[in-house]
Protein backbone atom coordinates (compact mmCIF):
# COMPACT_ATOMS: atom_id res chain seq x y z
CA UNK A 1 0.00 0.00 0.00
CA UNK A 2 1.17 3.73 -0.53
CA UNK A 3 2.84 5.79 1.91
CA UNK A 4 1.08 8.32 3.97
CA UNK A 5 3.10 10.82 1.63
CA UNK A 6 1.08 10.25 -1.96
CA UNK A 7 -2.03 9.00 -0.28
CA UNK A 8 -5.37 11.08 0.26
CA UNK A 9 -8.16 10.36 2.39
CA UNK A 10 -11.65 11.81 1.68
CA UNK A 11 -14.89 12.00 4.18
CA UNK A 12 -18.24 12.94 3.64
CA UNK A 13 -20.20 15.14 6.66
CA UNK A 14 -23.76 13.87 7.30
CA UNK A 15 -24.07 10.26 8.49
CA UNK A 16 -20.39 10.04 8.20
CA UNK A 17 -18.43 12.47 10.98
CA UNK A 18 -21.90 13.12 12.29
CA UNK A 19 -25.18 11.42 13.16
CA UNK A 20 -28.41 11.61 11.23
CA UNK A 21 -30.37 13.81 12.70
CA UNK A 22 -33.91 15.23 12.84
CA UNK A 23 -33.42 18.49 12.41
CA UNK A 24 -30.76 19.63 9.96
CA UNK A 25 -29.07 22.55 11.61
CA UNK A 26 -28.44 20.26 14.53
CA UNK A 27 -25.97 18.17 12.92
CA UNK A 28 -22.86 17.77 14.63
CA UNK A 29 -19.35 16.39 14.37
CA UNK A 30 -18.68 12.92 16.62
CA UNK A 31 -16.67 14.60 19.40
CA UNK A 32 -12.86 14.31 18.52
CA UNK A 33 -13.67 14.20 15.02
CA UNK A 34 -12.14 17.56 13.77
CA UNK A 35 -8.66 16.72 16.00
CA UNK A 36 -8.97 13.64 14.58
CA UNK A 37 -8.79 14.98 10.93
CA UNK A 38 -6.05 17.50 11.81
CA UNK A 39 -4.10 14.57 12.98
CA UNK A 40 -5.00 12.61 9.17
CA UNK A 41 -3.77 15.78 7.64
CA UNK A 42 -0.82 16.42 8.83
CA UNK A 43 -0.15 12.91 8.11
CA UNK A 44 -1.06 12.45 4.71
CA UNK A 45 -0.47 14.26 1.56
CA UNK A 46 -4.25 15.40 1.35
CA UNK A 47 -7.09 15.08 3.48
CA UNK A 48 -10.53 16.43 2.82
CA UNK A 49 -14.25 16.69 3.56
CA UNK A 50 -16.42 16.60 0.79
CA UNK A 51 -19.63 17.18 1.95
CA UNK A 52 -23.34 18.67 0.78
CA UNK A 53 -23.46 20.96 3.08
CA UNK A 54 -22.04 24.98 2.99
CA UNK A 55 -18.54 25.08 2.90
CA UNK A 56 -19.33 27.98 6.03
CA UNK A 57 -21.39 25.43 7.70
CA UNK A 58 -17.91 23.02 7.77
CA UNK A 59 -15.94 25.33 8.75
CA UNK A 60 -18.59 26.17 12.14
CA UNK A 61 -17.98 22.76 12.92
CA UNK A 62 -14.65 21.57 12.02
CA UNK A 63 -12.40 24.41 13.35
CA UNK A 64 -9.93 22.79 14.35
CA UNK A 65 -9.02 20.16 12.12
CA UNK A 66 -6.13 22.04 10.89
CA UNK A 67 -5.39 21.62 7.14
CA UNK A 68 -8.25 19.50 6.22
CA UNK A 69 -9.92 20.62 3.21
CA UNK A 70 -13.59 21.80 3.51
CA UNK A 71 -15.49 21.15 0.22
CA UNK A 72 -19.08 22.22 0.38
CA UNK A 73 -22.06 21.55 -1.90
CA UNK A 74 -20.84 18.78 -3.95
CA UNK A 75 -17.34 20.61 -5.31
CA UNK A 76 -19.49 23.92 -5.78
CA UNK A 77 -17.99 25.71 -2.69
CA UNK A 78 -14.25 24.95 -0.92
CA UNK A 79 -11.71 26.02 1.17
CA UNK A 80 -9.40 25.49 4.33
CA UNK A 81 -10.54 25.34 7.76
CA UNK A 82 -7.71 27.96 8.32
CA UNK A 83 -9.05 29.82 5.37
CA UNK A 84 -10.84 33.32 5.60
CA UNK A 85 -12.80 33.10 2.17
CA UNK A 86 -14.02 30.37 -0.13
CA UNK A 87 -14.63 30.16 -3.91
CA UNK A 88 -17.50 29.45 -5.39
CA UNK A 89 -17.56 27.32 -8.65
CA UNK A 90 -18.47 30.33 -11.22
CA UNK A 91 -21.17 28.70 -13.20
CA UNK A 92 -23.12 27.72 -9.98
CA UNK A 93 -23.38 31.38 -8.79
CA UNK A 94 -25.12 32.60 -11.28
CA UNK A 95 -28.00 30.10 -10.23
CA UNK A 96 -28.35 31.88 -6.87
CA UNK A 97 -31.36 34.19 -7.50
CA UNK A 98 -33.34 31.11 -9.18
CA UNK A 99 -32.60 28.52 -5.80
CA UNK A 100 -33.69 31.47 -3.73
CA UNK A 101 -36.89 31.82 -5.75
CA UNK A 102 -37.25 28.31 -5.47
CA UNK A 103 -37.07 28.13 -2.17
CA UNK A 104 -39.28 30.85 -1.35
CA UNK A 105 -42.14 28.84 -3.30
CA UNK A 106 -41.09 25.87 -1.32
CA UNK A 107 -41.54 27.64 1.99
CA UNK A 108 -44.81 29.17 0.87
CA UNK A 109 -46.32 26.19 -0.26
CA UNK A 110 -44.91 23.35 1.86
CA UNK A 111 -47.25 21.03 4.05
CA UNK A 112 -46.31 21.51 7.90
CA UNK A 113 -43.96 19.08 8.42
CA UNK A 114 -41.81 19.42 5.58
CA UNK A 115 -39.00 21.56 6.33
CA UNK A 116 -36.80 23.90 3.52
CA UNK A 117 -33.21 24.38 3.90
CA UNK A 118 -31.52 27.26 2.17
CA UNK A 119 -28.08 26.57 1.61
CA UNK A 120 -27.27 29.44 -1.13
CA UNK A 121 -26.35 27.52 -3.98
CA UNK A 122 -28.79 24.49 -3.12
CA UNK A 123 -31.97 24.15 -1.48
CA UNK A 124 -33.45 21.04 0.26
CA UNK A 125 -36.45 19.75 1.35
CA UNK A 126 -36.60 17.07 3.79
CA UNK A 127 -39.87 15.16 4.97
CA UNK A 128 -37.90 13.24 7.67
CA UNK A 129 -40.10 14.70 10.18
CA UNK A 130 -43.07 13.82 8.14
CA UNK A 131 -42.37 10.83 6.21
CA UNK A 132 -45.76 10.55 4.42
CA UNK A 133 -45.10 13.58 2.42
CA UNK A 134 -42.20 11.89 0.79
CA UNK A 135 -44.28 12.25 -2.77
CA UNK A 136 -45.09 15.31 -1.74
CA UNK A 137 -41.29 16.14 -1.83
CA UNK A 138 -40.46 14.10 -4.87
CA UNK A 139 -42.93 15.67 -6.85
CA UNK A 140 -42.43 19.60 -6.01
CA UNK A 141 -38.80 19.14 -6.92
CA UNK A 142 -39.23 17.15 -10.10
CA UNK A 143 -42.18 20.15 -10.89
CA UNK A 144 -39.64 22.70 -9.65
CA UNK A 145 -36.31 21.35 -11.89
CA UNK A 146 -38.40 20.91 -15.23
CA UNK A 147 -39.99 24.70 -14.39
CA UNK A 148 -36.59 26.18 -13.44
CA UNK A 149 -33.99 23.72 -15.26
CA UNK A 150 -32.43 23.16 -11.75
CA UNK A 151 -31.16 19.83 -11.26
CA UNK A 152 -33.11 17.21 -8.80
CA UNK A 153 -31.01 14.96 -6.20
CA UNK A 154 -32.29 12.41 -3.95
CA UNK A 155 -30.87 11.99 -0.35
CA UNK A 156 -31.50 10.34 2.80
CA UNK A 157 -35.73 11.85 3.67
CA UNK A 158 -34.54 14.52 1.52
CA UNK A 159 -35.04 15.48 -2.40
CA UNK A 160 -32.61 18.45 -3.15
CA UNK A 161 -32.50 20.98 -5.95
CA UNK A 162 -29.01 22.64 -7.11
CA UNK A 163 -27.50 23.71 -10.71
CA UNK A 164 -27.26 21.61 -13.40
CA UNK A 165 -23.56 20.76 -14.24
CA UNK A 166 -20.75 17.67 -14.02
CA UNK A 167 -19.93 18.77 -10.69
CA UNK A 168 -20.08 15.89 -8.19
CA UNK A 169 -18.18 14.35 -5.48
CA UNK A 170 -16.57 12.07 -8.13
CA UNK A 171 -15.24 14.83 -10.01
CA UNK A 172 -14.46 16.51 -6.89
CA UNK A 173 -12.09 13.54 -6.40
CA UNK A 174 -10.43 12.68 -9.67
CA UNK A 175 -9.27 16.33 -9.03
CA UNK A 176 -7.79 15.96 -5.27
CA UNK A 177 -6.16 12.65 -6.33
CA UNK A 178 -4.00 14.14 -9.05
CA UNK A 179 -0.67 13.32 -8.32
CA UNK A 180 -1.66 10.64 -5.29
CA UNK A 181 -1.25 7.05 -5.75
CA UNK A 182 -3.81 5.85 -3.13
CA UNK A 183 -7.27 7.35 -1.66
CA UNK A 184 -9.74 6.46 0.40
CA UNK A 185 -13.25 7.65 0.31
CA UNK A 186 -15.74 7.42 3.28
CA UNK A 187 -19.57 8.00 2.50
CA UNK A 188 -22.96 7.11 3.50
CA UNK A 189 -25.78 8.78 0.91
CA UNK A 190 -26.78 8.31 -3.33
CA UNK A 191 -24.55 11.50 -3.58
CA UNK A 192 -21.58 9.37 -2.71
CA UNK A 193 -21.86 7.00 -5.72
CA UNK A 194 -19.77 9.50 -8.27
CA UNK A 195 -17.26 8.60 -5.33
CA UNK A 196 -17.49 5.50 -5.02
CA UNK A 197 -17.32 5.30 -9.35
CA UNK A 198 -14.49 7.79 -10.04
CA UNK A 199 -12.54 5.22 -7.03
CA UNK A 200 -13.33 2.56 -9.21
CA UNK A 201 -11.43 4.11 -12.67
CA UNK A 202 -8.48 5.24 -10.56
CA UNK A 203 -8.22 1.63 -9.58
CA UNK A 204 -8.22 0.82 -13.07
CA UNK A 205 -5.50 2.86 -13.44
CA UNK A 206 -3.23 1.34 -11.25
CA UNK A 207 -4.28 3.33 -8.30
CA UNK A 208 -4.74 1.74 -4.39
CA UNK A 209 -8.03 2.46 -3.45
CA UNK A 210 -10.43 1.65 -0.79
CA UNK A 211 -14.05 2.83 -1.19
CA UNK A 212 -15.95 2.61 2.45
CA UNK A 213 -19.47 2.64 3.19
CA UNK A 214 -20.94 3.99 6.20
CA UNK A 215 -23.75 1.13 7.21
CA UNK A 216 -26.71 1.83 8.87
CA UNK A 217 -30.85 1.62 8.20
CA UNK A 218 -30.93 4.29 5.53
CA UNK A 219 -28.17 3.23 3.62
CA UNK A 220 -28.67 2.81 0.00
CA UNK A 221 -28.56 -0.81 -0.95
CA UNK A 222 -26.48 0.13 -3.98
CA UNK A 223 -23.54 2.07 -1.70
CA UNK A 224 -23.28 -1.07 0.21
CA UNK A 225 -22.50 -3.20 -2.50
CA UNK A 226 -19.79 -0.94 -4.17
CA UNK A 227 -17.99 -0.82 -0.84
CA UNK A 228 -14.39 -2.65 -0.47
CA UNK A 229 -15.46 -2.19 3.25
CA UNK A 230 -18.38 -1.16 5.73
CA UNK A 231 -18.48 0.62 8.94
CA UNK A 232 -20.58 0.76 11.77
CA UNK A 233 -22.16 4.55 11.72
CA UNK A 234 -19.99 7.45 12.42
CA UNK A 235 -18.28 5.54 15.25
CA UNK A 236 -17.37 3.48 13.21
CA UNK A 237 -15.96 5.75 10.91
CA UNK A 238 -13.50 7.05 13.57
CA UNK A 239 -12.69 4.25 14.82
CA UNK A 240 -11.35 3.86 11.14
CA UNK A 241 -9.87 7.29 10.65
CA UNK A 242 -8.22 6.91 14.28
CA UNK A 243 -6.53 3.27 12.65
CA UNK A 244 -5.29 5.21 9.76
CA UNK A 245 -4.37 8.15 11.67
CA UNK A 246 -1.86 5.50 13.84
CA UNK A 247 -0.74 3.37 11.42
CA UNK A 248 -0.72 5.10 7.77
CA UNK A 249 -1.63 2.98 6.01
CA UNK A 250 -5.09 2.03 4.07
CA UNK A 251 -6.45 -1.25 5.23
CA UNK A 252 -7.30 -3.97 2.30
CA UNK A 253 -10.25 -4.29 0.63
CA UNK A 254 -13.25 -6.76 2.09
CA UNK A 255 -15.45 -8.78 0.14
CA UNK A 256 -19.08 -7.62 1.35
CA UNK A 257 -22.05 -9.59 1.60
CA UNK A 258 -24.69 -8.37 -1.14
CA UNK A 259 -27.59 -6.77 0.28
CA UNK A 260 -30.81 -7.49 0.26
CA UNK A 261 -33.48 -5.47 -1.97
CA UNK A 262 -34.66 -1.74 -0.22
CA UNK A 263 -37.27 0.35 -0.77
CA UNK A 264 -36.34 3.39 -3.51
CA UNK A 265 -37.27 6.83 -3.99
CA UNK A 266 -38.40 7.38 -7.45
CA UNK A 267 -36.11 9.68 -9.49
CA UNK A 268 -38.20 12.87 -10.81
CA UNK A 269 -39.93 12.23 -14.20
Known sequence: MASPGTSGVFVDFDGTLAAIVEAPDQARPRPGAAALLARLAARYARVAVISGRP?????????????????????????????????????????????????????????????????????????????????????????????????????????????????????VIAGLATGLTAVCFVGDDRGDLPAFATLGRLRAEGIDTLTVAVGGPETPAELLAGADLVVDGPAGVLVLLETLAGSGELPAPQPQPQPGPQPQQSPPA
Open 55 to 171: VAYLAEHLGDAGATELIGLYGLERTTVEGSEFEVEPDAAAWRVVIDTVASEAEAAAPEGLTVERKGLAVTFHFRQAPHLANWAADFAAARAAASGLAAHPGKMSWELRPPGPTDKGT
